[in-house]
C-alpha cells in the first residue's frame, strides 16, 4: 500500500500544520535574491564557455601543429642523422667538449633546489610568491607525503582537478592534511585538521604557519569564516570533528565562487 | 509549462524558465530553509544557493515533476550543514512566531483544530533537521518513502525511522497538552483526534 493511503488522523493534522506553517513564512522580495543568482549563473556560465574556448582552441592548436609540423620534423631529424654520418660526426666525437656541458649540468641541478630553498627560507610574511608550475608552486609551505591522507575528491566543483596530496608541517603547529586543485592557471588549496574545541582558535595561527603568510578573519559568510592570506580569499569551517579551509593558491576566483564550491564539498 | 519541458530549458540556460522555476518555488524554499535556520538573512542566503545549485546541476533531477522536492532536499541539506558548521541549536533560542500565526480568524467550529494546529506548528520548528526534511518531504511534497530514501540517499529504513521519531518528538511536545494520542495513533474508540474538514 502505498504511503500517501496510509494517512492517519494524526498524519492530517501535521500536514495542515505543516502547510500552514510553509505557506504562512513571508519571504524577503523576490528581486534581490533573483539578481544575486542570476549574476552566480551568468558568471559560471561565462566561466564555462571561457573554458570550452580554451579547450576548443588548444585541441585546434595541437592538432594544427601536428599536421603541419611532424613530417617535416621527421624528415629534418633523418636528413641530420644522414649528413652527420656521411661526415663522420658520431665516430670523431670530440669528448673534450664534454667538460664544459658537464659545468652546466650541475649548475641548473643545483639551481633548482637552491631556489626552492631560498624561497621558502626567506618568503616574508604577508608576501605570496606566485609560480607557474603547479609541481614546484608551494613556496609558501612545507609540505611531506601524507602517510594517511583523508579521501579527497578527484575534483571539486567548477571543474577544479585534483593535483596533489600532502601533509603540512611547520615546526609544533599541528600537521595539517592538505590538496591542491588545478583549474587553468587557477589553483585551491585545501587543508583539513582533526581538532577539538581547544585547537580552534588555534586553526588560524597555525594555518599561517603553514602557509607562512599573514592569515586575517575578515567576517563570516554563510557560517564559514572569511579569511584572507596574502590578499587571496579562503574559507574556513568545521565538520564534525575536523576544520576544514579552502583557500585560493593562485588566479583570481572570488570568495562567493569559493563559497559555493564550499557548499558543494560539504 | 510542463514540468520536463522547463527542465529542459533550464539545462539549456533558458534564463525565462529559470525565472518560472524561481518564481514558483522561491517561497516554499525560503520557508523550509527559514523553518531551519530560524533566521531571515541565513534563510535568504539558504534559498539563493538552493537556487544556484538547482540550476546547475538540473542534470541529477530524473523527474521534472519533482522539483519542488529535490529544490527541498538541496535547500535542508544546506541549511543543515550551515547549522554543523556554526554548531547553533536555533530552534529553540528563537520562538519567533511566523507571520500568518496570529492571522488566523478563529471561529467556535474551528477554534480548537486551529489551536491544535498551531501548537504542532511550534513543535514542527523544534524538530532536528534531518527529521524535518523527512517530515516536508512526505507530508507536504506528499513522497512515498522510497521516492525520499532516493533523493536522501538513505535506505528506506531510515527514513521510516526518522518520520517515525519526528511524529513522537511532535508528540511528546504536545503531550502536555494532552494531544499526543493523534500523532502516535493512539486515539481508540473515543478517537479525540481532529478529522480534516472537506
Redesign the interface.
Known amino acids: 500500500m ?3 493511503k496510509d494517512i ?21 522580495p ?1 528581486d534581490e ?2 539578481k ?3 549574476a ?2 551568468d558568471n ?2 561565462s566561466r564555462t564557455s571561457l573554458k570550452m574556448k580554451q579547450d576548443h582552441q588548444r585541441s585546434h592548436q595541437q592538432k594544427f601543429n601536428w599536421t603541419r609540423y611532424h613530417y617535416g620534423a621527421v624528415a629534418a631529424a633523418i636528413l641530420l642523422v644522414v649528413v652527420l654520418s656521411s661526415l663522420g660526426i658520431f665516430n670523431q666525437w670530440d669528448f673534450a667538449a664534454l667538460p664544459a656541458l658537464e659545468d652546466q649540468a650541475p649548475v641548473e641541478e643545483m639551481e633548482q633546489p637552491e631556489a626552492m630553498e631560498g624561497v621558502e627560507d626567506e618568503a616574508a610574511p604577508g608576501i605570496m610568491v606566485e609560480e607557474e608550475a603547479p609541481a614546484a608552486d608551494l613556496p609558501f609551505f612545507r609540505r611531506e607525503t601524507d602517510p594517511a591522507p583523508p579521501d579527497w575528491q578527484q575534483s571539486l ?1 567548477d571543474d577544479f582537478r585534483l593535483e596533489d596530496v600532502f601533509l603540512l608541517t611547520e615546526g609544533e603547529a599541528l600537521a595539517y592534511h592538505g590538496a591542491t586543485y588545478h583549474r587553468n592557471d587557477e589553483s585551491l588549496l585545501w587543508v583539513k585538521v582533526e581538532a577539538d574545541h581547544k585547537e580552534t582558535d588555534s586553526f588560524k595561527e597555525n594555518l599561517g604557519k603553514h602557509l607562512q603568510v599573514e592569515v586575517q578573519k575578515v567576517g563570516v559568510i ?3 569564516t572569511h579569511f584572507e592570506a596574502a590578499g587571496q580569499p579562503g574559507l574556513a ?4 570533528e575536523r576544520i576544514q579551509a579552502l583557500l585560493v593558491k593562485s588566479g583570481t576566483v572570488s570568495v562567493e565562487q569559493l ?2 564550491i564550499a ?2 564539498i ?1 | 509549462m510542463e514540468p520536463e519541458k522547463l527542465k529542459e530549458l533550464v539545462r539549456q ?1 533558458d ?1 525565462e524558465a ?2 518560472q522555476l ?2 514558483a518555488y ?3 524554499t ?3 530553509a ?2 531551519i535556520l530560524r533566521r ?1 538573512e ?8 538552493a ?3 538547482a ?2 546541476n538540473i542534470d541529477q533531477l530524473k523527474d521534472g515533476a519533482k522539483f519542488g522536492a529535490w529544490l527541498a532536499v538541496i535547500t535542508s541539506n ?1 541549511a543543515r ?7 547553533r541549536i536555533l530552534f529553540t533560542d528563537e520562538e519567533t512566531v ?4 496570529s ?1 488566523v480568524n478563529y471561529t467556535e467550529d474551528s477554534a480548537m483544530r486551529n489551536l ?3 501548537r ?2 511550534k513543535a ?2 523544534k524538530l532536528p533537521a534531518e527529521q524535518y526534511q523527512a ?2 518531504l ?3 511534497y ?4 522510497e521516492d525520499i530514501a532516493g533523493m536522501l540517499e538513505l535506505r528506506p529504513g531510515t527514513v521510516k525511522s526518522r518520520l517515525h521519531r519526528a ?1 513522537q518528538r ?1 508528540a511528546g511536545e504536545l503531550e502536555q497538552k494532552g494531544d499526543s494520542a ?4 493512539k ?1 481508540g474508540a473515543g ?1 479525540p ?4 474538514k472537506t
Open positions: 502505498s504511503e500517501k492517519k488522523p494524526g498524519d492530517e493534522l501535521i500536514k495542515e500544520a505543516l502547510y500552514h506553517e510553509l505557506e504562512s513564512i513571508e519571504p524577503p523576490t535574491a533573483w544575486r543568482i542570476e552566480e549563473l559560471n556560465q566543483p554563510n557560517g564559514y569551517w568545521r565538520e564534525d563559497k559555493n557548499a558543494e560539504n | 540556460n534564463n529559470r525565472r524561481f518564481e522561491y517561497k516554499r525560503y520557508s523550509v527559514f523553518n531571515r541565513n534563510a535568504e542566503d539558504i534559498t539563493q544557493d537556487f544556484i545549485k540550476f546547475k544546506l550543514n550551515y547549522l554543523k558548521r556554526e554548531k511566523a507571520p500568518g500565526e492571522e491544535e494546529i498551531d504542532i506548528r514542527i520548528r517530515v516536508v512526505q507530508y507536504y506528499d513522497l512515498k518513502v511524529r511532535l493523534c500523532l502516535l495513533d486515539g478517537d483526534c481532529p478529522k480534516k
